[in-house]
């Protein structure tokens, strides 16, 4: 048995580590709002939003009336953009004072980042990847529920001796909380302190991405030949899921997009964690390019077409029927998450 | 006049050493009569063409190449035509393997070589999944009391396309009542993909390895969906007491002239054959398909003006099924082309690499004229005598 | 330092579509499945070996687990690596990330003094990703985690990566010595070296550690050193893939798949 940091029995309060960029919250770390006051609900414990910025930050306001009972901010120049040793200094101090129960991130490149340092730090059991939290009502003990082997296998995780319980959830498996402005609660400003030799790395610039590179695109739209060139309704399409946009050798070789985004053997393999394939037949050597995605959504006319093999969703219908609906419907779906 | 850097040619002797000892010395001969040039089918398609001439002086006097020796698909044309027998192709993938030590080999590559190591298989296919294209059917596994030994191979066991081809065989054995069995999903990799990417040492390994399996599953005849395999089987493996690898062509045209294999009814159908360079121009393999395809009442096979040796590259062999070709440089445009001014309605292959090349290109044309392996020629006829 | 000496982290994995679960037990069975190098460990060696043959120096190949791992640590031999370590123990097993992040980086101190550390991103059977951070906080070094790019500036004093994050990219620079996990695919592993191979497989020394030859702490190894425990798990999707047509109008059918692909939907 792993000896804790300090014991269950000292350990109240769920904590949710808020990621913001560019005076906005990370979707996930909304998301994380939202199931963590369902979680602190169900065993009565205060929910405690942490925020870490370079200066005095107006989303505290916001971050109560998105749910938490408390905000804990911290400001200081060094952690303006993040980088894991100042970060991973003030969260692992608070949760070190304050006993938190569990501590919860976005699983983001970010915060990822973060988790595995502070798990360490705090010699304490980290869950990632979560795509479903539970909580038992008397112990306060999580489930968190992961998985693995390429999506093939779900587990579940427990944490059952050290505390904080910590977990890393996925973005967009909860949903988002409504905004209250009438919801009260407490801000305290923690004064901080960051040694300097926590201040050595640098982050030099942060940009857009210019240039293409679909091999790293975490949601693909792929056009083929079935949709006789009309890249302007996939980029719309694209557009609504926040994708990229690929194609197949064909719609290359007909001109419709460059090169770089030719998906397959002789283009590029791609791994997203969806890929929605356009009017493609589904010939061996353009799958090679997408069949490690986590779920692919086939649309083609023909009932018989190969990519039903290789598909998870299966539409057999026209393109231009079905894409038009998808795109109304997905813009209508992100306007309700926004709110 | 000052000279240019780039002026100043450089010949490397321990290069014309290591080339001469990659090709056992094959390109000495060569008098750089430039007749390869002119055949080489890349001169069709591409402003410049491929200078093989200069390419087999280059190597000869061993002065660094461009990487020119990657366009090669191996069909040897230039072979056929060089006065002096020089084993052009096996220039070109000696070569490679040079590229493979220099490490200069060009993106893309590598990767088809772990597929091999990882998945034994050059389309980053699964292993596990290697025999599920035999699912819907009964195919039994090999035993030495067997006729022969199927041998689909990597492309027909994982693309969908050649799925068919492999299973219209396992059709024909069956109606004409043959014993044959398969390695199931144990079935290894030919190797054809290290020998034409040039990564020759690992084909040692490929080879080794397999020639071991082969003796002791007691296997003899193999027979065999793609030219590839066979050849890789009949020149690169070594020799076997009683080994005999066909191409499955021979074997049909065998069971043809055996009377094991009938056509009761008529299919009518005006078709042309495209000779795979792996079966013709490599290993003289020209009449077999013929043979099936003239057993066949109702069909009328017409030949392509450029058939049997002087028959274009589909464009897929030499590894180049794992490069890319820009559109409007691929010899398969031209060779459907050719296909289409004969007014067939079918256009019959015996090879997946073909298969896939050609397809491709006659979906660009819109034609209504198909493409179809021997195989599925054969299949589509029988049922026509089921009354199917 | 005097050169650059990279150590390059490799798990070796069972093929994922191979891994079933016992239905009696409701355990995991590895039992049939092939095994292969973790795929992103295969770039993080391919990054080490550029950088080598940029700047220099050598790279060490250090792995945890059964003696069979000793074959594929020769094939990074194989592919370039100067020299491998393989912990082998079983008390080592049994362990989550503090465990095995702690192990690794007792086997790296063991090893010596390093310039950087390459892990991959993520192992593809449990995909937390939270070893190479780990392995960093062990350490007490800084990290870059899922990096695109590397590259040593500042004479070697410096990394300066890539990170690819949300819709965008930042560029970060960190002091050597530090730990960088790569992510999958942002390179093309060199194919093993004949020249070497003879060597790697054959002559090649890879030191085998037991527990009893590094100076461990035997309470935080294996099982016993694990704060979390796996509660239960099941089959999430069998490696082929659904095939599940949605059937009405396309409205219905848009409106359907949007209920089935919401996990993976997100604002920008």
């Known amino acids: 048995m792993v000896e804790s940091i300090y014991p269950s029995k000292d350990a109240h309060g769920i904590w949710v580590y808020l990621e913001h960029t560019g005076g906005r919250f990370e979707g996930v770390s909304l998301e994380l709002l939202g199931r963590g006051r369902a979680l602190a609900d169900t065993t009565g414990e205060n929910l405690t939003a942490l925020l870490l910025s370079g200066d005095g930050s107006a989303l505290a306001e916001e971050a109560l009336g998105y749910g938490a009972d408390e905000v804990l901010l911290a400001h200081h120049p060094a952690l303006s953009v993040y980088t894991t040793l100042p970060s991973a200094r003030v969260v692992a101090d608070l949760i070190i004072h304050r006993r938190p129960n569990i501590l919860l991130l976005g699983a983001t490149v970010n915060g990822r980042d973060l988790a595995g340092r502070l798990a360490v730090r705090l010699l304490t059991g980290l869950t990632a990847d979560c795509t479903d939290l539970l909580i038992d009502k008397e112990s306060g003990l999580l489930s968190g529920e992961v998985t693995g082997f390429g999506q093939g296998i779900l587990a579940t995780i427990q944490c059952p001796d050290t505390r904080p319980q910590m977990a890393t959830v996925r973005p967009g498996v909860f949903a988002r909380p409504v905004f209250d402005p009438a919801r009260c609660g407490r801000t305290e400003v923690i004064a901080v302190e960051i040694p300097e030799d926590d201040q050595h790395v640098q982050v030099l610039r942060q940009s857009s991405r210019r240039g293409v590179d679909i091999t790293q695109a975490e949601r693909l739209v792929i056009g083929g030949r079935g949709i006789q060139g009309d890249f302007a309704l996939l980029r719309r399409l694209a557009r609504a899921l926040n994708a990229d946009l690929g194609a197949t050798r064909v719609a290359v070789d007909q001109g419709w997009i460059g090169h770089d985004r030719m998906v397959g053997q002789t283009g590029s393999v791609t791994r997203p964690k969806l890929a929605l394939v356009c009017g493609a037949s589904g010939a061996m050597q353009f799958t090679v390019g997408i069949q490690e995605s986590e779920t692919i959504v086939a649309i083609n006319s023909d009932p018989e077409a190969p990519i039903f093999e290789v598909a998870d969703y299966c539409i057999a219908d026209d393109v231009f029927q079905v894409l038009p609906q998808l795109i109304e419907a997905l813009d209508r779906e992100m306007a309700g998450r926004k709110g | ?388 | 330092m005097r050169e650059p000496h990279s150590i390059v982290c490799l798990k070796v994995v069972p093929k994922s579509e191979e891994v079933t679960i016992n239905s009696e037990t409701r355990t995991l069975d590895r039992s049939k499945a092939r095994s292969e190098i973790n795929s992103p460990d295969m770039n993080a060696l391919e990054a080490a070996l550029t950088l080598k043959q940029r700047h220099g120096g050598r790279i060490s190949l250090l792995s945890m687990g059964p003696p069979l791992f000793d074959q594929y640590l020769r094939l990074g031999l194989a592919m370039g690596a100067d020299a491998a370590y393989l912990m082998s123990d079983r008390v080592f097993g049994g362990a989550d990330t503090l465990a095995t992040s702690y192990a690794l980086a007792e086997g790296i101190r063991a090893i010596g003094e390093f310039s950087i550390i390459f892990c991959g991103d993520e192992s593809s059977d449990g995909a937390t990703g939270q070893v190479p951070p780990g392995i960093a906080e062990w350490l007490s070094v800084p990290q870059v985690t899922y990096a695109s790019r590397v590259q040593v500036v500042n004479s070697g004093q410096v990394l300066r990566a890539r990170r690819e994050l949300g819709s965008g990219f930042e560029i970060i620079e960190a002091p050597l010595p530090c730990v960088v996990s790569v992510k999958q695919d942002i390179n093309e592993p060199r194919f093993l070296d004949f020249q070497r191979y003879d060597w790697a497989m054959n002559e090649a020394e890879v030191t085998v550690w037991a527990a009893s030859d590094l100076h461990l702490d035997e309470s935080r190894l294996g099982l016993a050193g694990s704060p979390t425990i796996v509660a239960g798990v099941n089959v999430a999707r069998s490696s082929e893939r659904r095939r599940e047509f949605l059937e009405g109008s396309p409205q219905e059918k848009a409106d359907r798949l949007i209920e089935k692909i919401r996990p993976w939907l997100r604002v920008g």
Not at chain 2, 101 to 127: C, H, K
Not at chain 2, 335 to 346: F, H, I, K, P
Request: net charge negative.
């Open chain 2, 1 to 388: 006049m000052k000279r240019k850097r780039e002026d100043v040619i450089t010949l490397d002797d321990s290069l014309w050493e290591r080339v001469m000892a990659a090709t056992d010395g094959a390109v000495a001969p060569c008098y750089q009569c430039g007749v390869c040039t002119a055949a080489c089918p890349w001169g069709l398609l591409q402003e410049e063409p491929v200078n093989v001439r200069s390419l087999m002086r280059r190597a000869q006097l061993g002065i660094h190449q461009d990487g020119e020796m990657w366009w090669c698909t191996t069909c040897r044309a230039c072979e056929e035509q060089c006065p002096r027998g020089v084993p052009i192709a096996d220039v070109m993938l000696a070569l490679r393997r040079l590229a493979w030590q220099d490490r200069t080999i060009p993106e893309g590559i590598s990767p088809v070589m772990w597929s091999l190591y990882w998945d034994g298989n050059p389309w980053r296919q699964p292993p596990s999944q290697r025999a599920v294209w035999a699912r819907g059917v009964t195919v039994k596994r090999f035993q030495p009391s067997d006729e022969f030994l199927f041998y689909a191979g990597c492309t027909a066991s994982y693309d969908n396309r050649s799925q068919k081809v492999a299973l219209a065989l396992v059709g024909i054995f069956g109606t004409a009542g043959v014993s044959f069995g398969t390695l199931g999903d144990e079935e290894p990799c030919c190797g054809d993909a290290a020998y034409a990417l040039g990564q020759h040492d690992y084909l040692q390994q490929i080879v080794q390895r397999n020639s071991e399996r082969f003796v002791e599953e007691g296997v003899q005849t193999v027979v065999t969906v793609s030219p590839h395999c066979q050849d890789m089987f009949l020149n690169q493996y070594p020799p076997i007491e009683g080994f005999q690898p066909l191409h499955y062509t021979q074997y049909l045209a065998q069971l043809i002239q055996d009377g094991r294999l009938r056509f009761e009814a008529e299919y009518q159908v005006k078709a042309t054959f495209h000779d795979p360079c792996y079966l013709g121009r490599r290993n003289g393999v020209y009449d077999p398909p013929r043979h099936v395809l003239a057993a066949i009442p109702g069909l009328e096979l017409v030949e392509m003006p450029q058939n049997r040796a002087e028959a274009l590259c589909c464009g897929g062999g030499g590894g180049r099924m794992w490069m890319d070709t820009k559109a409007g440089e691929r010899f398969s445009d031209l060779r459907v082309r050719e296909a289409l001014d004969t007014g067939a309605e079918v256009l019959v292959t015996a090879c997946p690499h073909c298969i896939a090349c050609l397809e491709d290109s006659l979906k660009q044309t819109g034609s209504p004229m198909r493409v179809m392996d021997v195989a599925e020629v054969v299949a589509g006829a029988l049922s026509a005598g089921r009354g199917a």
